[in-house]
């Protein structure tokens, strides 16, 4: 399948700072990446759809200010936790969507453990 | 929203035995695929499903999109320690959206 990188696999940072982690499509191109947030034991909870070359697509319930999506080329989105306090701690997952193929496959990122102290 | 209901929500088995799980949702989807997440990992696609009725195999996995559209289930054959970890299914509309809507997942656990 296709490979999603995303970078860092860790982040420990202190509260109001801002973190971005990054997804990166290896070995394809994605016009289309999501962002998920996963809390301990529980599924993932989409937070924002992120196209090439325009504005994201936030979920309800989901601050834009907060959580900033940049999708600036075909292999790569960046999620920006600003100002980020203890409750933003989470596990965030990426995944990026196949340009091009009939049917629709999504694969994710090995995820970002975040841990706002 | 669309929601999708998978159960168990979690089972331990015996190594050796086989094991199934199932979703359903109140609406129609038209892709269907099943991940398995490790801890601390992100979810690994085990199997996709375009076509009602389909039934794919990868490996010791089997797993169906139902008749409906509205349901998909996968079972593990002969299960063994690795097979630990939590399955999630998740279904797409399709149409030109790749968005997935995800069960609330089946923690496996295995008993060598």
């Known amino acids: 399948g296709a490979v999603v990188s995303q970078h860092p696999s860790w982040v420990i940072c202190k509260s109001g700072t801002s973190v971005k982690i990054e997804c990166r499509s290896l070995d394809f191109q994605a016009t289309t990446m999501f962002w998920y947030r996963q809390f301990p034991k529980q599924s993932l909870m989409l937070m924002a759809t992120s196209n090439e070359g325009s504005k994201a697509t936030y979920e309800q319930g989901v601050e834009k200010d907060k959580f900033l999506i940049n999708h600036a080329s075909l292999t790569l989105s960046t999620l920006t936790v600003t100002s980020a306090h203890p409750e933003d701690s989470s596990f965030y997952i990426c995944?990026?969507?196949?340009?091009?193929?009939?049917?629709?496959?999504?694969?994710f990122g090995q995820g970002t453990r975040l841990t706002v102290v | 929203g669309q929601q999708l209901n998978q159960s168990p929500q979690s089972m331990f088995i015996q190594e050796g035995e086989d094991v199934s799980m199932n979703c359903t949702s109140s609406s129609i989807f038209n892709t269907w695929l099943w991940y398995k997440q490790d801890p601390g990992e992100g979810p690994v696609l085990l199997i996709a499903l375009y076509k009602a009725g389909e039934l794919t195999s990868n490996g010791r996995l089997t797993a169906q999109f139902g008749i409906t559209r509205k349901d998909s289930f996968l079972n593990i054959s002969a299960s063994i320690p690795s097979d630990v970890g939590i399955y999630f299914c998740?279904?797409?509309?399709?149409?030109?959206?790749?968005?997935?809507?995800f069960g609330k997942g089946t923690k496996l656990s295995v008993i060598p």
């Open positions: 998740a279904g797409a509309t399709g149409a030109g959206s790749y968005q997935l809507t």
């Open positions: 995944s990026a969507a196949v340009q091009g193929w009939a049917n629709t496959e999504a694969f």
